[in-house]
């Protein structure tokens, strides 16, 4: 697998608050409603339905992401459903203080070699927007 590591980011929130609303989709969709519009449309075409978040793009379609693991309070993983390649985003929590969290986000992609250079660099653009999106859901 190939793995693309987002810019960690900082959340001022404790690592169980922030655990406790991205492993929950219906609190996601709750505070993704609440964001600015402009805030909105930084994130791309975000979806929640039936405890799935999914993500629109115009190379790929449509993407479902279930939550496939979670070690409280410090990772959660979200695997792609129905994906042509096996595909996981993963976020890990990092206590920093009381009430400060360093979030690092990845996606796990099973890509052919020959895809990598085509592939590999919106991989990481969406590693690192996904890191920043989280960010600010929770700001």
Known sequence: MSKYSGKPSMVNRSNTE???????????RERFEQIPDDVKAQAGQLRFEDNRLIIVTPQAGEIAFAIKSAKEPEQI????EHSPVPLNLVVDLKPV??????????????????????VGPQMQKAADKLAEVISQLNA
């Open 18 to 28: 922030l655990f406790s609303k991205l492993s929950n989709v219906d609190a996601m």
């Open 77 to 80: 993983v979200y695997s792609a």
């Open 97 to 118: 203080s009381e009430n400060s969290t360093e979030v690092t986000t990845s996606i796990d992609v099973e890509l052919p070699m020959m895809l990598r250079p085509l």
